[in-house]
């Protein structure tokens, strides 16, 4: 997933685009499609046997910030993982499952720190406030969470209480995808670094744990999700990209799951990586691992950077990148990297010891490694990894 993103994200004009296009086509596709069916048919008798078990909400301690993003796949988490170990944070990753159907709607309210037998079954895909109240929505929620003494930072710069506990929504993720298609490879690595941002201050106002969340992950698939026609209108009650709410006793070939929020009403699955509706090249609501599997990070300032250590300028010069940096422990060494955590995938010509203050040289020997990803890193005398930055070798953005 990571692969085709990075692709798509290098392709600007419009033949290289094309070019990229074809490739996905033909590799990525057919692997998605292997991988969905497989997860649905481990995910069927599963959920239709009520043992399918998606993440439970947090249950916050003081000091600790819940920040809920919209739409962070596995693969954008570890990107963010990475970023945040860049700062000097520790970011601890972990996955489990998304509340099908795997739509905002249900499943983020699944995930808000209150009491969860609040929220029962609404309208659509919905929930509402338990038993028969308005439908869940962001006024309600965050009602329910200031009952819950919770609090709920609104602002890009509102940081609360560190004495309390507190939920925020950060990032765009699926929103952008939702109006960019093929387009949002190119921007996220900006929302990424907008999020780390944000998770950054928040640990810099005085929370001991940020714990990042997220309702869903996502399907992109250039020249759209093939469109299923197995769905008739006469027994949907609500329909989505690919999942839909199904009539009481209405018989399909699709396969269907229980919704999270009563397992009676029966949610029906679009097959493979098919869709209900034409032309979608983003698209989320059905059971694959790319809308499954969602991450949870655990952000803490940890112990694993030194105190005052940083990259304080890095520019490439051709072929050779020149860093600069402060305050590095003594037998500290800087490398760089195609794997931020794998000494062997080095591809300066050495690593560098160093320590303290000042300037060194990295030189790319292989030409042909121009133009890619690679990791700027600074490993301790012990070998762990204090600092890390992303890089375009050759290039200065």
Sequence with gaps: DRAVISALNEADRKADL?????????????????????????????????????????????????????????????????????????????????????VTQTSKPA???????????????????????????????????????????????????????????????????????????????????????????????????????TDHGWLLVPGGLPKNEDLPVAVTEIKKGRCARIKDGAALSVPTVPWHWDSDVRIAVAPGISCFEANQTYEHGGVSPQECVVPRLSVTRGTSAAVGAAITNMKWRGLTLVVEFTDLPDGATIDLRSSAGDANSSIADRARLTGGQGKELLLVGDDDLEGQRAHLVVIGADGSLLLQRETTVGQNR
């Design 18 to 102: 094309a070019a990229v296009e074809a490739a996905i086509t033909a590799v990525y596709r057919p692997w998605l499609d292997t991988a969905a069916r497989a997860l649905q048919a481990a995910v069927g008798p599963m959920a239709n046997a009520g043992t399918y078990a998606a993440s439970p909400a947090s249950n916050p301690l003081a000091g600790e910030v819940v920040v809920f993003i919209d739409g962070l796949r596995l693969d954008v988490a570890h990107l963010l993982a990475d970023r945040l170990a860049g700062a000097g944070l520790d970011a601890d990753l972990s996955t489990g499952l998304a509340a099908l159907p795997t």
């Design 111 to 213: 995930l808000v720190p209150i009491d969860q037998t609040l929220l029962s079954a609404g309208a659509g895909l919905d929930a509402r406030r338990a038993p028969d109240g308005p439908t869940a929505n962001v006024q309600v929620l965050r009602g329910l969470m200031a009952n819950a003494s919770v609090q709920v930072l609104l602002g890009a710069d509102d940081v609360g209480d560190p004495s309390g506990i507190a939920w925020t929504e950060t990032g765009e993720l699926d929103r952008r995808g939702h109006d960019l298609g093929i387009r949002l490879p190119h921007e996220i690595d900006d929302e990424v670094q907008r999020i780390a941002a944000r998770i950054e201050a928040l640990l810099d106002a005085g929370w001991t744990t940020a714990t990042v969340v």
